[in-house]
Nanobody, 122 residues
């Protein structure tokens, strides 16, 4: 599975962005999907994960209520809707595929995609 994230950009605090992660191959629905981020000088951080069917979603505490993860298995795409963005959300955002949402939350993944830069100005 190859993953390609897109949708990042430069926005102002309070704005919204929707990231997309397109997957190649016909096994997309076999994987739980997740988003991670890494800010300069900081460790990689779990953002959100969604189960194969979309029925289970996990969020990091600091993103819950502002970010929404979703997926469209027909389009082999997972999304991250980010609202009320803050300067602290500035990071490179990555998508990943894994065996389950809890495994992804713990940092275990099977496939990792290229990132997309999100920059939030104050």
């Amino acid at each position: 599975v190859q993953l390609q994230a897109s949708g990042g950009g430069l926005v102002q605090a309070g704005d919204s962005l929707r990231l997309s992660c397109a997957a190649s191959g016909r096994t997309f629905s076999s994987y739980a999907m997740g988003w991670f981020r890494q800010a300069p000088g900081k460790e990689r951080e779990f953002v959100a994960a969604i189960s194969r069917s979309g029925g289970v979603r996990l969020y990091a505490d600091s993103m819950r209520g502002r970010f929404t993860i979703s997926r469209d298995n027909a389009k082999n795409t997972v999304y991250l809707q980010m609202n009320s963005l803050k300067p602290d959300d500035t990071a490179v955002y990555y998508c990943a595929a894994g065996s389950g949402v809890y495994e992804l939350r713990n940092g275990a993944y099977a496939y990792w995609g290229q990132g997309t830069q999100v920059t939030v100005s104050s």
